[in-house]
DNA sequence: ACGCCCTCCTGTTGGC
DNA sequence: TGCCAACAGGAGGGCG
């Protein structure tokens, strides 16, 4: 959040809003403010009036009396001002496709994998190879497509790539319908937290039985992040 | 090009 | 109660 952003934005007319991979884009007359939240930022609409609290870092205040409040506690979020087509931006320029684009398909899935010794779960989150699986929807399409988080993306099948497409396309969209997983402090911009974290089938559940079979879910470190699968359901 | 590992930062939680 | 380590939703970047 450079220091020059205030000015650049200011008193300018949003002439669209848009989203690519987890940034969101703010467009104005002069260019557009992409925004991310990262791991711990929120965008809330807010009576611009209302006070500020611990790490509010940035307001957009609307005409209408109400602003778009940024606040990000770990600060790993970012508010970027480019005069240049988005997509040009360095950031999002060289991006995989969107999940349900028709482009991300099963022969895309199964091309990208083919030569990457590196686990199937932390290529799902290489936002050059597919944007938008996080740390949570990774273990989540692994269980659903049944495949282990620990496998080389490589010794994927084309029957498991189309697998895994679908289960990414599936868990992405219930958990949009859901509001989004609220771990902790999540909240919509609306203020309301998401409600997928109950429909959740390994993530945060090591040593809670498998809703499909029982057995106990499993956490392991890959990429130093967390990662939760069933042991017996997936393969 | 790829894969591994570190980094940024703050807050919460759990063990002792 | 305090202290400290571990860990948390992301992802860029350096290095071999």
Redesign the pocket.
């Known amino acids: 959040m450079a220091a020059t952003l205030p000015a650049n934005v200011a008193g300018q007319r949003i002439t669209g809003i848009g989203r690519r ?3 969101l884009l703010i467009a104005l007359e002069s260019g557009t403010l992409l925004v ?5 930022g ?1 965008l809330r609409v807010v009576e611009a009036r209302e006070p500020r609290r ?2 509010d870092h940035f307001d957009v205040v609307l005409d209408s009396g109400k602003a778009l409040r940024f606040n990000d ?4 979020g970012s508010l970027i001002f480019t005069r240049a087509d988005p997509a040009r931006h ?2 999002l320029a ?2 995989a496709p969107e999940p349900f684009d028709a482009a991300f398909d099963a022969q895309y899935l199964w091309r ?1 994998t083919r ?5 199937i779960k ?2 799902l ?4 190879l597919v ?8 273990s989540e399409a692994l269980f659903r497509a049944r495949i282990a988080p620990g496998r ?3 010794m994927l099948s084309r029957v498991e790539a189309a697998h895994l497409v679908r289960a990414v396309r599936a868990v992405l969209a219930q958990a949009i319908r859901a509001g ?8 919509g911009a609306d203020g309301v ?2 409600y997928f974290r109950q429909r959740l089938y390994v ?2 559940r090591a040593g809670k039985p498998c809703r499909r079979c029982g057995t106990p879910v499993r ?1 392991r ?1 890959q ?4 990662t939760y699968y069933c042991p017996a359901c997936q393969k």
Do not use: W
Not at 36 to 40: D, E, I, T, V
Not at 115 to 119: C, F, G, I, T
Not at 131 to 138: D, L, Q, R
Not at 223 to 226: H, I
């Open positions: 991979a987890k940034y991310h939240l990262g791991m711990s929120n611990t790490h506690s770990r600060r790993f360095p950031l060289r991006l990208v030569k990457r010794r590196v686990a932390q290529l989150m290489n936002s050059h944007v938008g699986v996080g740390n949570i929807y990774a080389r993306a490589a989004g997983t609220t771990l902790r402090d999540y909240v937290p998401g993530y945060e956490s470190t990429g130093q992040r967390s």
